[in-house]
């Protein structure tokens, strides 16, 4: 799986769209890039995925360029309950059995901290 | 519907000691995973099982056993503890869909 390289932390004002940033640029035609996050030490949480379109859900907006290299991940109306480590990931998406043992690999991820 | 759940969710263990760790998902997903994080640190995969009766080795396996006592429950052993294991371990399980994976809440393991 592609590696990932992410800030190591943000701030962000309450209110105010949080925009993070992923470097993704060894990433191949099959991989997918996905973003959890992982408030307080909780199991982490699947916000979005996508391929090379971007992608929009209740949660969050993913925009990927169109070389595919790097993805920003935007929150919208940031919320003091959206402090949290955000990973950016990038893995082959499909049934584990095909996918050669790829699974998610996690890095050090972002630390965005929404301030009053 | 409760999802992944792992037990305990709190444990000190004296070097040496051995202990289970349980993790059961009621989702009826075929992959289940064992990750550890350490303080400050993304999650790193010790094992994982694709499917019900079978096992595979992530990235940090020494020290660890898992086994997948079926669909539903996956268990990682610790034999001897060591003060290196400290650690909090999650457990994952997924299906065969892009968005599909599910953590556990979490066990927190002190190794003195």
């Known amino acids: 799986d592609a590696k990932t390289t992410q800030p190591t932390s943000m701030d962000c004002a309450e209110g105010r769209a949080a925009n993070l940033p992923c470097n993704h640029s060894?990433?191949?035609?099959?991989?997918?890039v996905y973003w959890y996050r992982q408030i307080h030490s909780q199991g982490p949480q699947y916000i979005i995925h996508?391929?090379?379109n971007n992608e929009t859900n209740e949660m969050a907006s993913l925009i990927i360029t169109e070389d595919r290299k790097s993805s920003t991940l935007i929150l919208p109306h940031a919320t003091l309950r959206d402090t949290a480590v955000y990973y950016c990931?990038?893995?082959?998406?499909?049934?584990?059995?095909?996918?050669?043992?790829?699974?998610?690999?996690f890095g050090e991820g972002t630390q965005l901290t929404v301030n009053p | 519907n409760a999802g992944v759940t792992q037990t305990p969710k709190f444990q000190v263990l004296k070097t040496g000691q051995s202990m289970t760790l349980q993790c059961a998902q009621d989702?009826?997903?075929?992959?289940m995973y064992w990750y550890r994080q350490d303080p400050g640190m993304g999650l790193r995969l010790i094992y994982y099982?694709?499917?019900?009766?079978?096992?595979d080795k992530g990235e940090v396996p020494n020290g660890y056993n898992v086994s997948r006592l079926n669909k539903r429950e996956f268990s990682l052993r610790l034999e001897s503890a060591a003060p290196s294991q400290t650690s909090v371990y999650f457990c994952?399980?997924?299906?065969?869909?892009?968005?599909?994976?599910?953590f556990g809440s979490g066990t927190r393991l002190t190794v003195v």
């Open positions: 989702m009826n997903h075929n992959s």
């Open positions: 990931i990038v893995r082959v998406a499909g049934r584990y059995e095909e996918t050669s043992g790829s699974r998610l690999t």
């Open positions: 994952a399980s997924w299906i065969d869909r892009v968005d599909g994976y599910t």
């Open positions: 996508g391929l090379k």
């Open positions: 099982s694709a499917s019900e009766g079978t096992t």
């Open positions: 060894t990433i191949s035609g099959n991989e997918y």
